[in-house]
């Protein structure tokens, strides 16, 4: 054959040859157990990546086409990756307060709070607020030597901190426990009277005994000095480090306003908010939602790295300061039915207006009481509009304690339970004095029930309530133990979720529950380079060794954000 007919052969052969090659990748991660989430493909060995986004899963054979010379290799030498973490309702400030104020969250008793606050208080000028987060009474060793309704009173504290304002959260942020000083600059007395959806706690003698629960802490909250930019912004950068630091990619931010939302754009503009933030608009600020209505819902900002597309309401309290509100009185307290924090008409209106505007509602319920009218909103807002209700995704956050009749009806309804296993973890071994043995178990935590009736769980911490360990929740999804490992057998096992469910919970459900499942939530191509490498594997491991495992790196966009 002559030279001039094997030209037009060897160019035709060259053209083939050049499109069966594909442009290289940035980074091809290989040598490791990969699980997707993606039920067309569960489970890989190599990923390749390309300007931040996901262009092959398979194995090593099936990539090497996409090395190049400046291809980044990634030998994970046999650990094991996973779609990047997404935590499903936490409260980001809030993590970074805990960080830099008084974190209460490992005091074993009302002694610990209270010499904790006193070694602040030594390093702090006369007359500066201390603020405090994290205790809570019925996880203490040891009971105080006052106590009124169940919970400690003032006088201790006062007497160990004399002159500094002390204001101290409780673990769940619906209670709160002020000293003398405090109530003194808040002008509390025995005349203060209970606001709507709150109690100032007052003993047999009608004075204040330094606890408010629910809406009452703002008597004292209000007189607090504001914080600054700079603070907020120190918050912010400690919540995120912390964040990545537990495999956290995404963060569904638990209600925001103005002022939070600024630092959020700051660290945008300056390619600092390194997580892909999902904002809730704080649903009581009507200034805040009248200029999100006339905006409407911001979607992908800063390459997906900020979305504002929903708005967080109240309609309870919490379970741990009788707070939450119940159909039936609390086991452990007559005539006690716990508190509706915002009125119904209120949250009613608020439903049918972000639905109206495009705007995703997720509603904080925990009681029964409070997840029946919840849904009776929703329902009645969707039949009203159905032609704009079709993609809803409405949320119920916590869903903690529902009536056996309606968990069916989150899937009937498309409803989202937002649920933080973790807080059966924490809750469940004092929660049956709240509720007693049928409610916890018809009722609380039906996380199996739940998914079994349709539903996608959207799981999480509630951080600062509990660390932003989303290895934590995943251990208390499939054992339903303490994370000491009580009870044999964990508590209502027949509710536990598979590790497959609980990997989708914080992974392909969490996006689902913030409209990026398109994006992120599973390892598929085209989606975008989000990963959590551990060096363990969280899907077959004796689940007494899933609580050891640790995070190796957190992946962002196809670049390490994170390594240990």
């Not at 002694?111 to 603020?131: F, H, N, Y």
């Not at 309606?406 to 973790?422: C, H, K, S, T, Y």
């Not at 992120?520 to 491991?541: N, Q, R, V």
């Amino acid at each position: 054959m002559t030279y001039r007919k094997l030209l037009p052969i060897l160019l035709i052969s060259l053209i083939f040859s050049c499109q069966d090659k594909p442009q290289p990748a940035d980074l091809l991660m290989t040598n490791a157990t990969i699980y997707t989430a993606n039920d067309a493909q569960p489970t890989a060995t190599a990923v390749a990546v390309r300007d931040g986004r996901i262009v092959k899963v398979g194995s090593a054979e099936d990539l090497a086409v996409y090395q190049g010379d400046s291809t980044e290799v990634m030998d994970l030498n046999g650990q094991y990756v996973y779609p990047g973490f997404i935590e499903g309702h936490a409260h980001i400030m809030g993590i970074g307060s805990n960080l830099v104020n008084v974190d209460l969250m490992g005091a074993q008793s009302y002694d610990e709070v209270i010499e904790m606050v006193r070694k602040r208080a030594d390093e702090t000028p006369e007359g500066e607020w201390i603020i405090g987060r994290g205790w809570h009474q019925d996880k203490w060793n040891q009971t105080p030597e006052r106590l009124f309704k169940g919970f400690p009173t003032h006088h201790q504290l006062s007497e160990a901190v004399p002159n500094h304002p002390v204001f101290l959260k409780h673990a769940s942020g619906h209670a709160s426990l002020a000293n003398a000083k405090a109530m003194e600059l808040a002008g509390v007395d025995k005349n203060t009277p209970d606001p709507n959806g709150g109690e100032v706690f007052k003993d047999v003698t009608g004075q204040p005994t330094g606890l408010f629960n629910e809406t009452a802490s703002g008597l004292v909250g209000k007189v607090i000095p504001e914080e600054t930019k700079e603070l907020r912004a120190r918050k912010l950068q400690l919540a995120i480090d912390e964040c990545l630091k537990n495999g956290i990619v995404g963060f569904h931010e638990a209600g925001s306003g103005f002022k939070e939302i600024e630092v959020y754009e700051d660290f945008a503009t300056n390619d600092e908010l390194k997580l892909r933030l999902h904002v809730m608009l704080h649903g009581r600020d009507s200034a805040l939602l009248n200029a999100y209505f006339e905006k409407g819902p911001q979607i992908g900002l800063y390459d997906y790295h900020l979305n504002i597309r929903s708005i967080k309401l109240y309609a309870d309290g919490a379970l741990g300061s009788r707070g939450a509100w119940l159909l039936e009185e609390y086991s452990d307290a007559e005539g006690v039915h716990g508190h509706n924090v915002t009125p119904m008409s209120e949250i009613e209106g608020i439903v049918k207006a972000g639905l109206e505007n495009g705007f995703q509602m997720c509603t904080h319920a925990i009681g029964d009481r409070a997840n029946r009218e919840v849904l009776d909103i929703y329902e009645r807002a969707i039949n009203a509009k159905p032609a704009i209700s079709e993609d809803h995704r409405f949320r119920i956050e916590h869903a903690q304690h529902i009536h056996p009749e309606d968990i069916p009806r989150f899937a009937e309804l498309g409803v989202i339970p937002a649920m933080q296993a973790i807080h059966m973890s924490s809750d469940r071994p004092w929660a049956i004095d709240r509720l007693g043995k049928e409610r916890i178990e018809n009722g609380a935590y039906m996380w199996s029930q739940l998914i079994d009736n349709g539903s996608k769980i959207v799981n999480g911490t509630d951080a600062p309530v509990e660390p932003v360990s989303a290895l934590a929740s995943f251990y208390a999804s499939v054992s339903r133990k303490t994370l000491q490992g009580k009870p044999e057998g964990g508590y209502e096992p027949t509710q536990k979720m598979t590790r497959e469910e609980a990997l989708k919970s914080y992974t392909l459900w969490a996006a689902y529950g913030a409209f990026m499942e398109d994006q992120t939530g599973s390892i598929e191509e085209e989606k975008l380079a989000d990963f959590t490498i551990l060096d363990k594997d969280i899907m077959s491991i004796p689940e007494e060794e899933i609580l050891n495992t640790r995070v190796v790196m957190t992946i962002i966009d196809g670049e390490v954000v994170y390594r240990n």
